[in-house]
């Protein structure tokens, strides 16, 4: 049972367009990280949200708790967002994170 | 600042082999922890630690052992390699457990035959 979805689990756009990748989760949390995984394996945190929104850059996180619903925004799409971006949540009984599988975005050019 | 330095970064054993994974960090965190990730997997927790000479299990713990001798390093022993533990390793530390940033290893992909 996966207690952290993520969607879509693949995801191909043009350089450009706004993307959304979406993460669920079942379980009371206290917290979401948002995370990029690049090509070569590396995995740097964006984000960790407990309510509302943040933004970095051309990055956007939100979070809607009552819903247990994320999103990761990015806008102007660019090919060096071409990357793995992961989800996790942070469990709210032991700080445990329970991690989503990840999508992989493609920006072509 | 280094940040957390895993090593090696490709490794293959023989069925049975015994090995270690070596993570240092030099941000003075208390929290490490070490993940494996599969194709279409989610990260999952091996052990952790929230500080020298504290470890715990994480939700795969079997065939794994870790100590923490020192607040810099938190090395993960393969006992007797199996062809299951075929996986990418990371190691990961934050300040602690609630952090708002996690820091990871670049990773060590590991065949067992």
């Not at chain 1, 669920?24 to 407990?50: E, R």
């Not at chain 1, 060096?80 to 999508?103: F, H, P």
């Not at chain 2, 927790?45 to 065939?63: C, K, M, R």
Request: net charge neutral.
């Amino acid at each position: 049972k996966n207690e952290v979805e993520q969607s879509p689990q693949n995801l191909t756009a043009q350089e450009g367009e706004f993307i959304t990748i979406n993460c669920s989760y079942s379980v009371g949390i206290s917290a979401l990280h948002w995370l990029q995984q690049h090509p070569g394996g590396g995995i740097v945190s964006l984000f960790m949200l407990s309510s509302g929104k943040k933004k970095h850059g051309r990055l956007i996180a939100t979070i809607n708790i009552q819903e247990k619903h994320s999103s990761l925004h990015i806008t102007a799409s660019h090919p060096r967002d071409s990357a793995v971006y992961i989800c996790a949540a942070c469990w709210r009984s032991n700080y445990q994170l329970i991690w989503g599988a990840g999508t992989k975005l493609i920006i072509k050019p | 600042n280094a940040g957390v330095t895993q090593t090696p970064k490709f490794q293959v054993l023989k069925t049975g082999q015994s090995m270690t994974l070596q993570c240092a960090q030099d941000m003075n965190h208390e929290y490490m922890s070490w993940y494996r990730q599969d194709p279409g997997m989610g990260l999952r927790l091996i052990h952790y630690s929230v500080g020298a000479g504290i470890t715990d299990q994480g939700e795969v713990p079997n065939g794994y052992n870790v100590s923490r001798s020192t607040t810099e390093d938190f090395p993960l022993r393969l006992l007797s390699a199996a062809p299951s533990q075929t996986s990418v390793y990371f190691c990961a530390s934050s300040q602690d457990r609630a952090d708002e940033k996690l820091f990871f290893g670049s990773g060590t992909q590991l065949s067992v035959l």
